[in-house]
Nanobody
């Protein structure tokens, strides 16, 4: 059974940084595309950034220049470096992985709270 477990969330002041990690287990062949999504209270879940197995990245306009997504295919881990955080970045951040059979797997999420 595939499991994705996020870590690294917390409370930070505006302008601060956090690094999120997502560890995958049970994915024998790893993932094709992996991504980070976030959901703020009362809002729809939205894509923050994603990355292909080969390293091609894609970012939401709101985080371009502040967030960096990366992955370690050997360790089957996904990362999100978040700099210059803003109160609008507050939400539950979830890790997502699409395997080579196009099945999508989700982690439970980690809370990020940015205070002004």
């Amino acid at each position: 059974q595939v499991q994705l477990v996020e870590s690294g969330g917390g409370l930070v002041q505006a302008g601060g940084s956090l690094r999120l990690s997502c560890a995958a287990s049970g994915a024998r062949h790893g993932f094709n595309v992996m991504g980070w999504y976030r959901q703020a209270a009362g809002k729809e879940r939205e894509l923050v950034a994603d990355i292909t197995y080969g390293g091609t990245t894609n970012y939401a306009d709101a985080v371009k220049g502040r967030f960096t997504i990366s992955r370690d295919n050997v360790k089957k881990e996904l990362y999100l470096q978040m700099n210059n955080l803003k109160p609008g970045d507050t939400g539950v951040y979830s890790c997502n992985g699409a395997d080579w059979d196009k099945r999508v797997h989700w982690g439970r999420g980690t809370q990020v709270t940015v205070s002004s």
